[in-house]
Structures are given as structure tokens and as C-alpha cells.
């Protein structure tokens, strides 16, 4: 499986992959092999483990039994205030080494112990199918331990899962405790072509922690079922446990003794451990493959977003609960879980077409690669889909809760993920924004509160940023979709968005934005400023283009609009190497830039670009401006920069600042995290250079990003700023469209590209809102020569000259 890149050892301890669907919830695995990170009940839940969960291996190969949990040892360091707690199994032995790849969805370890009889590698998997958001959603994995007898005789293999029952409790493997008077119920089943653990409780099912799991094998012989651990104190059911497992690879489906009360906290205390276990014979040479899958149903969310965390809700946010999307899909764990079986074939089928297309592109690796690792977000507590079908999203997560909610417009406009392999999930936040959160008076609520039942947050500015660039997406979801009843919904909002801006920002009638501009960096902007302006001409732009398509006579208006706010810009901000921000009185007020070269200064012309709408300024300074934040603000190395704020870069590492003030004039105090270094900021400017041509420089600036995310230092599938798995870190996907140079217009179903890298051999991914496969140039005596072939959706896409499209 060449197509899942890297492989990071098992000393990569910051390397975990995520398992699950969009708006599920999910499972990491890491590079030893081991599952971590527990995070299915609505909540993060960075560190938590669930105990005595392992999935374990024995062999017997003549008169020798060997047994292992199919994880690689532990890594250094050991320190913790009981050791490696019994709850971890740390003192059973392990393979002495592995190591992990992974892309899109799927993983792959390989485990290495040359004192055993047989070769192991895990492959895990949950389905990830662009377009199609419910196979996509499925709150499920599988995963398949192929082991490989090297001996020249046969041999008995058995693989054993084992899962403690979490319905109902929280908290880490140490106190794992019922936070209730529910009592968990592990029952052993056998239906559906599976076998193996119900997993349940019973409280009611509106409780905000009710739900179910399951953990059953496909395998049709050779299963063996210990619904659960025998009770008793101390370690007496691990004891059990592993004496029953290792005597003879099966399992006693009944406690082989007696149980013991532990006292009036029994119930409290008490964890119900259940066990799946395959035995098979392997023959010398021969591979068997022992197949498992994990499924989950925890359906009620809190219907706001204050009562993320179990501890931390009232007795109000308990009772008002709302549904996950996936709850309206699957009735239960079990079904989940039958339901990926049944359709396996199909769903990995078209998954692995999905990666192979991504992955095997001929664009510059690194660029892949920061496609590929932030599509985690989508399938990362970030995201949620709530049971008519909205995505919502918070900021990131901290490790134990949301950070930052309501899919704050201001960060989510850099994200590109969603909106290209699932542009139904996109236009469903689009309708939030417009038809929820914008008012009367069109001001957006840069927070949405009100898909949740919420009341609008009216306590902040809106953000000028925000709500200028949703428009811009717009754009670019409907020429996505090619969808004029969607635009049309939402138009009279759209209108009365742009006539806000026009008053609330623009207090002179000069098209300069000069009020105070709330915006992505926490503070508001005062005056004329190349970040918002950018903004306000690209929706400007995108207004007269939407309202021409729609016959609505204002579209003359908003075109001699835009030229007259574009002319603006250029005159007042253009400092003749780029654009600044520029008012008389401005050292008056904190937090602002100034003469500063501000990496984000150009961003609206960014979404330009991506939505098709082409240069919004003279294309030579738009050039000029977005080389210099190049050379200005790309430091390399770091350790020398002086940054009394956040720190997501440093030492030896490479990193692109917010700002620099090459020409002086730096305020006393700047603006904001103006010196930190945000991954989601050098994906959006990486993707301008490829624009403008500056092939060699976006590289460079994609490298660096992926250095820092080494698996050593930190995570490659967790880009972090205000949380984990952070949203703008999906600004990565642009790197696609802006090195393709794809264009797209689906009311046409029409599509083109114009290669800005590998253009003499280029194959590319490229979706729309219809359908999705592979672009492909070759060049010969005759000049370049384009093709495309569509993968999944709908066959009537036509290919057209890119020049067409402007």
C-alpha cells in the first residue's frame, strides 16, 4: 500500500491517526499500534483510554506458546506515579518494534518480533468517500491483523480484541467510573454474519451519555465469546483473563470463578471487561486474516454549545439534548457495524480509489501531503453533524472540550476541505450563515448559536473578515454545485450582507473600509487595511457575478462598485513593494499593523482566485505584494525570533509570522499573535504563491509546515492553533486547486486546469459538487495535451479551455 506515504517509527510517539466518520467521533491509533484517544461521546478526549482494551495474539507452534499484545513495547519515558498502570497491561509483552503509515483513512502497521513464528501487520480502516457524506459518517472501523506463519510447519494462531464497557461513564483508565445510577450490560450476540459484544447500559435512552458499542469479528469459525472478565478484587478477572486466553487460544464464555463483592461502591468502580476471540490453524508460508470491527451509537449531544463536557453541564443541558446525523442513519452500534460489513467491498472499493488518486498525484510531496493530513479534521471532534444534516464546527478542541464555537466564520473562510469532497456539508453552513444568523439589518453573527437552538450571539462586533468572505464562498459553493435554487434561498441575505458592509464599514461612502473591523485575530482593524478590503472587493465581485446570473438588475451596481473599491485600495494602500494599512491617527489605537507586511493582507484576492473569480487588483502588484510576505515574513531558522506570544515554531524550525515590518514603523504593541507562526496562514499564502507562479517559494513554505509535523515533535494529523485539529489548517486543500489550477463551473458542467507545477507530466485529483477523478496533462511537439477522467458521480462533465472560465 505505497499509497499511504511516510512510515514514522514507533519512537514517533506524536504520530496517531484517526479512526471514524465525519461527525461521529473517533479512535487513534498510534505508531506501537496501540488505540488511544477515546473520543465517542460527543466530547474530546485527548489522553483518554478506556481499560483493558487491547487486542492480543497467541501462537503455538509445536510445544511452544508464545503470547503478545499486538502493540510494539513501550517508549521511553516511564515515568508515572504507580508505574504503567495495570490498566494499561504494560507488564504483558509486546513486539519489540513497528512502525505506522496512514493517509485519508486508512492505516497500516507493521509489527516486528523475530523471536515469534509469524509476521503481523494491522491494517485499519473506516470509509471515506468524497460526495458521499453518509458512508463517510459511519461511526465505525475495522481492523484486520494479518499474520503470516514463517515457520516451515504449521502453527495455531489466535487474535483476541478485548473492550471494557464505557456506556455511561467518563473519565481516564485510573478512574474510569459510572457517573450515574446506570448499570453497563456486555451480552454476547451472534446475528448479521457477526459475532461477538453488545455493549450497553441501562439508562434512559434521552440521557446525554446513553448509547451502545460493539466489538464482533466477521470470521464465520474458530470464535470464542467472554462477554465479560470474571468479577472479583484486585486482578483477579485479569488473572483469569489471560490464564484462560493462554492455555489454549479460546475463550470460556462463562467467569471460570466465583465472583466477590467489592462493597457498597461495586457499581461505581466495577469495570465490565468483554473479550472476541479468532482461532485459526496457518499452514507454512500461510497469511490468515483475523477481521474485527468497533462500532458506537452515543446519539444525544447538548443542543447548545456550553454543555460539551459531562462534568461540566447543568441539569438543563442533560435534559435538552439534540441528535447526531448518524443517529438518524443507523439505529444502534450493531447495525453500524453491519451495515460496513454488508457493504464492505463497495465502501473500501471506492475509498482506496479515493487515496490511490489523491496520493499518487505528480504534484511536489509535501504539498500531498498537507492535502491529505488535514482532511483528519473533518473526521476529528472539530467537526459535528446534527440530525438534519448541518455541520457545525468549533474553532479546534482542547483535550477535554470544544474551543471556540459556533464554526466561526472568521476561521472556518479558510478552509477548502469540506467544500470540495463535500460541498452538501459546505452549502449546509452557508444556509446557517445566511439564514439563521444574518439579521434584518444584515449583520452575520460571526458565531452561530441558533442551529443548536440558541439564541444569536449579539454580544460581539461582527466580523468584518467573516462575513465579507462567506460571500466569496458562496460563490464559489454554487459554481461548485451549480445549484440556482440553492443561490437563490439565500440571495436577499447575500444583498442585504453587502448593503451592511457598505454602511457599517464604510462610514465615508469611499468603498475604503474604515470603522472598526472585527476580525480572525481577536482585535478590529482601524482604517483602510489590505486584510478586510481584499475581502469586501471579492464579495463585492462575486455579488454582481450572482446577481447577474439571478436577472437581478443590481449586478451593474455591484460591478461599478467593485472597480471603484479596487481602485481605492490600490491608490491608498499600495506602499510600492505591497499593501498596508494605512489612517491618519492610526498610532492612537492598539493592536494594529501599520507599514507591517501582513502575511494575510492578501487573502480575499486568495478566495478570488479559488472561486474563480480572478484578480481583484493589477495582477503585477498583486505579484509583487504576495512575493514580498514571502521574503519578509518566511524565517528560517526560528530561534532567533522573538515571539512573547503563542509558540507554534521555533529553534531550528522554518516558519512564516503573521507580520514583519521590513521598512520599520513597528507599534510599541502589534496587533494580536502578530508573531506567531499559524500553519492555517501558510497554507492560504502557499497557495497564492502557486497562483502568481512562485512555484519554488510555495514548496518551500508546504516543507516547512511538514517538518513541524514530524511525528516526533508533533503530530502529522493534528495541526493545532487555538486546539487540536484545528480548522484553518484545512486552507491546505487550496494547495490542489491553486497547483492544478482548476477551474470549474458546474451550471455549465464544465471544468479546466491550467498545471502551475509538473505541468510537463501532470495527474491531479480534482472533485466538484457532481462528481470527482483525475486530471492529466502531458506535453509533446504539438504543445500540451489535457485529459480527465471522472472516478465516482456523474459522467457529463465537460472539459473546457481554462481561459473560458474568467
Keep these: ?67 503478545r499484545i499486538l502493540e510494539s513495547e513501550f517508549v521511553p519515558p516511564y515515568e508515572c506515579s504507580h508505574g504503567i498502570g495495570s490498566n494499561d497491561s504494560g507488564g504483558i509483552p509486546r513486539f519489540r518494534d513497528s512502525r505506522l503509515r496512514a493517509a485519508v483513512s486508512r492505516a497500516e502497521i507493521e509489527l516486528f518480533d523475530n523471536t515469534l513464528p509469524v509476521d503481523v501487520r494491522i491494517e485499519a480502516f473506516s470509509p471515506f468517500i468524497p460526495l458521499d457524506a453518509v458512508s463517510s459518517g459511519m461511526p465505525s472501523f475495522v481492523l484486520r491483523y494479518r499474520v503470516r506463519n514463517t515457520t516451515s510447519a504449521p502453527i495455531e494462531a489466535s487474535v483476541c480484541g478485548c473492550l471494557t464497557n464505557p456506556v455511561g461513564r467518563t473519565g481516564d483508565s485510573l478512574f474510569f467510573r459510572m457517573e450515574t445510577d446506570g448499570h453497563a450490560v456486555n451480552t454476547h450476540r451472534v446475528e448479521d454474519g457477526l459475532e461477538g459484544i453488545w455493549y ?38 485479569t488473572h483469569d483473563f489471560w490464564n484462560d486466553f493462554i492455555s489454549d487460544g479460546m475463550l470460556e464464555s462463562e467467569d471460570t470463578g466465583a465472583a466477590e463483592a467489592w462493597g457498597d461502591d461495586k457499581q461505581t468502580y466495577e469495570l465490565k471487561t468483554g473479550a472476541v476471540c479468532v482461532k485459526k490453524r496457518l499452514d507454512s508460508g500461510q497469511t490468515q486474516v483475523f477481521e474485527f470491527i468497533i462500532s458506537w451509537f452515543f446519539p444525544n449531544r447538548p443542543s447548545n454549545w456550553c454543555g460539551h463536557i459531562f462534568n461540566l453541564c447543568t441539569d438543563k443541558d442533560r435534559q435538552n439534548t439534540i441528535r447526531n446525523f448518524y443517529a438518524t442513519q443507523w439505529e444502534n452500534a450493531w447495525q453500524a457495524a453491519r451495515a460496513l460489513n454488508d457493504d464492505m467491498a463497495r465502501l473500501e472499493r471506492t475509498t482506496d480509489l479515493f487515496i490511490d488518486t489523491l496520493m499518487h498525484s505528480t504534484l511536489p510531496a509535501p504539498l500531498i501531503e498537507a492535502a491529505e493530513a488535514n482532511i483528519t479534521v473533518l473526521r476529528s471532534t472539530t467537526c459535528f453533524r446534527i440530525e438534519d444534516g448541518t455541520l457545525l464546527g468549533w474553532e479546534g478542541c482542547f483535550p477535554h472540550c470544544g474551543s471556540c464555537e459556533g464554526s466561526c466564520t472568521h476561521v472556518w473562510n479558510y478552509a ?24 434584518e439589518t444584515g449583520a452575520m453573527a460571526y458565531r452561530g448559536y441558533q442551529a443548536l437552538g440558541g439564541p444569536r450571539c449579539d454580544i460581539l462586533l461582527p466580523a468584518a473578515d467573516g462575513q465579507m468572505g462567506s460571500i466569496i464562498r458562496l460563490y464559489r459553493d454554487w459554481k461548485l454545485s451549480g445549484d440556482d435554487d440553492f443561490l437563490r434561498s439565500l440571495w436577499d441575505k447575500v444583498v442585504l450582507s453587502i448593503e451592511f458592509a457598505m454602511k457599517y464599514w464604510d462610514t465615508d461612502g469611499d468603498l475604503l473600509f474604515d470603522a472598526r473591523q472585527r476580525n480572525t485575530y481577536d482585535i478590529e482593524f482601524y482604517g483602510g487595511n489590505p486584510f478586510t478590503q481584499t475581502l469586501f472587493i471579492g464579495a463585492l465581485k462575486a455579488c454582481g457575478q450572482m446577481a447577474r446570473a439571478l436577472g437581478d438588475a443590481r449586478a451593474v451596481r455591484y460591478d461599478a462598485l467593485y472597480q471603484r473599491a479596487a481602485q481605492s485600495m490600490d491608490e491608498a494602500l499600495w506602499n510600492g513593494e505591497y499593501y498596508q494599512q494605512k489612517m491618519e491617527g492610526l498610532e492612537g489605537y492598539k493592536y494594529q499593523f501599520g507599514a507591517g507586511c501582513l502575511s494575510d493582507a492578501l487573502f480575499g484576492q486568495l478566495l ?65 499573535y502578530s508573531d506567531e507562526v499559524w500553519s492555517g496562514v501558510e497554507y492560504q499564502v502557499a497557495a497564492h504563491l502557486l497562483f502568481e507562479g512562485y512555484a519554488d517559494e ?72 457532481k462528481s470527482w477523478g483525475k486530471l492529466e496533462q502531458t506535453i509533446d511537439a504539438d504543445g500540451p495535451r489535457q485529459s480527465f477522467e471522472v472516478l465516482w458521480g456523474e459522467q457529463n462533465v465537460k472539459l473546457k479551455e481554462h481561459h473560458c472560465f474568467r
Design 1 to 67: 500500500m505505497e499509497r499511504l506515504g511516510r512510515w514514522y517509527p514507533r519512537e514517533a510517539a506524536q504520530a496517531k491517526f484517526l479512526l471514524g466518520g465525519i461527525g461521529t467521533g473517533n479512535v487513534s491509533i498510534g505508531p506501537r499500534g496501540q488505540l488511544c484517544d477515546w473520543e465517542l461521546m460527543n466530547s474530546p478526549g485527548k489522553g483518554v483510554k478506556i481499560p483493558y482494551t487491547f487486542f492480543a495474539l497467541r501462537t503455538r507452534a509445536g510445544e511452544e506458546t508464545a503470547v
Design 200 to 237: 450497553a447500559s441501562d439508562l434512559p435512552e434521552t440521557h446525554l451519555l446513553a448509547g451502545n458499542m460493539a466489538l464482533v469479528t466477521t470470521a464465520r469459525a474458530g470464535v470464542s465469546v467472554k462477554p465479560r472478565w470474571k468479577r472479583g478484587g484486585w486482578w483477579d478477572g
Design 416 to 439: 477548502q476541505t469540506p467544500a470540495f469532497l463535500f460541498p452538501e456539508l459546505e452549502r449546509s453552513m452557508r444556509r446557517a450563515e445566511y439564514l439563521l444568523e444574518t439579521d
Design 608 to 672: 478570488a482566485h479559488v472561486a474563480g473569480l480572478g484578480y481583484l487588483l493589477p495582477e503585477m502588484r498583486v505579484k509583487r505584494a504576495v512575493s514580498a510576505v514571502f521574503r519578509h515574513n518566511f524565517i528560517r531558522p526560528l530561534r532567533n525570533h522573538i515571539n512573547v506570544q503563542r509558540t507554534y515554531a521555533l529553534n531550528d524550525e522554518a516558519g512564516l509570522v503573521l507580520c514583519s515590518w521590513p521598512n520599520g514603523g513597528r507599534p510599541e504593541i502589534p496587533f494580536v
Design 698 to 769: 510555495a514548496v518551500q513554505l508546504v516543507k516547512a509546515v511538514r517538518v513541524r509535523q514530524d511525528g516526533f515533535r508533533r503530530n502529522p494529523w493534528n495541526e493545532v492553533e487555538c486546539g487540536n485539529h484545528y480548522a484553518r489548517s484545512m486552507a491546505s486543500w487550496g494547495l490542489l486547486i491553486a497547483a492544478s489550477g482548476f477551474a470549474y463551473d458546474l451550471r455549465q458542467n464544465a471544468i479546466g486546469f491550467k498545471p502551475n507545477v509538473c505541468a510537463e507530466a501532470f495527474c491531479c485529483f480534482f472533485s466538484t459538487g
